[in-house]
C-alpha cells in the first residue's frame, strides 16, 4: 500500500504543473492586446469616359449665329476637400443634355457662356479677334463651380491665353484630345473640337483649319507608307542588277 502511494504522488504534482501552465498561457492569449488588422487604401477614383460632344450656339441680335463650337470638354480641378480635409483632383465631364449655352458677340470678341445648373457649373470661354491679321484666338477662359465635397465654392480666370488660333471666316478644327492650362488648380481638356467665333455665313462652319496635333497625326502614316515605298524600290532595284550581273555571266558559243 506504500508503495502504490508513493506512485501516485509524483503523477499528481505533474498533473497540477501541467494545469497550471495551460491556464497561465490561456490567460496570457486573453491579456494580449488584438492585433490591428490591416490597412488597405482605397484605389483613386476611375477618370471619366470620353465626354459627349455638345453642339452649342450663340445668337446674335439679329437672330443669326455668330458663334458656333462643337466639342467635348472636360474639366481638371484642384480644390481643398471637405470630407477628406486635403487637396484633391476632380475630373469632370460637361454634359450637353444638361448645359445651357448663350453668349454675346462685338466686332472684335466673342462670348460663350455653358452653364449647368444641376452641378452648380459655369464656365466662360472669351475668343479675341485682331482686325488687322484677321486672326482670332481663345483668350480667355473663367470657371464658377460649387460642387458638394467642395470646402468653399471655386473660382479659376485667366484672360491672357492664347490657344485655338484661326483666321477669320474660318473655323479652327482639332479632333485630338488637347489640354488647355488656364490656372495652376485648373486646366480644360477638348475633344473633337470645331469652333468658329467671327465671319459665320449662315449656320454653317467655315473652311476647317486643323491644329498641329491633327497635321502630326496624319503625318505619320504618310511617313510609314513612304517608308516602306522606298524599301520596296530598293529590292526592286537589287533585284533587277543582281539578274542582269548573273545574265552577263553567260557567253554565246
Not at 53 to 76: D, E
Not at 160 to 172: A, H, V, W
Not at 186 to 195: D, G, K, P
Amino acid at each position: 500500500m506504500t508503495q502504490q502511494h508513493s506512485r501516485k504522488q509524483p503523477l499528481s504534482i505533474a498533473f497540477i504543473a501541467l494545469l497550471a501552465v495551460t491556464l497561465h498561457q490561456s490567460f496570457a492569449a486573453t491579456d494580449a492586446p488584438p492585433t490591428a488588422a490591416p490597412q488597405t487604401t482605397a484605389p483613386p477614383p476611375a477618370p471619366p469616359a470620353r465626354p459627349e460632344r455638345g453642339n452649342y450656339t450663340v445668337i446674335n441680335g439679329n437672330g443669326t449665329a455668330c458663334l458656333m463650337a462643337r466639342m467635348g470638354l472636360q474639366l481638371n480641378v484642384s480644390f481643398s476637400s471637405a470630407s477628406l480635409n486635403k487637396t484633391v483632383l476632380e475630373v469632370v465631364n460637361l454634359q450637353p443634355n444638361l448645359t445651357k449655352s448663350s453668349g454675346s458677340c462685338d466686332l472684335d470678341s466673342a462670348t460663350l457662356l455653358l452653364k449647368d445648373d444641376e452641378r452648380a457649373t459655369s464656365l466662360t470661354l472669351v475668343f479675341s479677334l485682331n482686325a488687322t491679321s484677321s486672326k482670332y484666338h481663345l483668350s480667355g477662359v473663367t470657371l464658377l463651380a460649387a460642387w458638394p465635397d467642395m470646402r468653399v465654392p471655386f473660382s479659376a480666370s485667366n484672360r491672357s491665353l492664347d490657344y485655338l488660333r484661326g483666321t477669320l471666316g474660318r473655323s479652327y478644327m482639332c479632333r485630338e484630345e488637347q489640354t488647355l492650362a488656364v490656372t495652376v488648380n485648373f486646366s480644360l481638356n477638348t475633344f473633337q473640337l470645331q469652333v468658329q467665333p467671327f465671319g459665320l455665313k449662315g449656320d454653317q462652319f467655315g473652311a476647317a483649319e486643323e491644329c498641329q496635333l491633327d497635321e502630326d497625326d496624319m503625318l505619320i502614316p504618310i511617313i510609314v507608307g513612304a517608308a516602306l515605298a522606298g524599301l520596296v524600290l530598293v529590292v526592286l532595284v537589287a533585284y533587277l542588277i543582281g539578274r542582269k550581273r548573273s545574265h552577263a555571266g553567260y557567253q554565246t558559243i
